[in-house]
């Protein structure tokens, strides 16, 4: 059985296509011919959505505020005053217990899982302005 999902979904694919057409008569021998989890592909061909079509878990922040939060960033960083990690952190607490006000603060480990994953993001030090 193949290890990473790209390749097992698009085994899954093709198996739900191939009993969709008839050509396996259970889930059980489609899974064993293509190679894939049994659970996995019974859930598929009922309708469920795969891996990557299914909403994120466990994000502090949704699209639309992430989406707010990167936009803020990009306004600091256009008029040349590019925001401390301190600065992203209260940001992004500000925004997030906006819609949730009892919503656990977020940590400084946020902000640099945050920098990692939006890495055109990076902090760094202020140059002092010539006289």
């Not at 505020?65 to 990167?70: D, E, I, P, R």
Request: proline residues 6%.
């Amino acid at each position: 059985m193949p290890k990473d999902n790209k390749t097992i979904e698009i085994r899954i694919l093709e198996a739900v296509n191939a009993i969709d057409h008839g050509i396996y008569a259970t889930i059980a021998s489609a899974a064993r011919a293509f190679d894939v989890p049994y659970h996995r592909l019974r859930r598929r061909a009922q309708g469920g959505k795969s891996l990557f079509e299914r909403p994120l878990t466990g994000r502090r922040l949704n699209e639309a505020q992430g989406a707010s939060l990167k936009s803020w960033t990009d306004y600091r960083d256009s008029i040349g005053a590019p925001p401390k990690r301190s600065q992203v952190l209260i940001a992004a607490s500000n925004i997030n217990i906006a819609l949730n006000p009892s919503a656990a603060p977020l940590s400084d480990k946020w902000v640099r899982h945050f920098l990692q994953h939006n890495p055109h993001y990076h902090i760094h030090r202020r140059k002092a302005f010539e006289i």
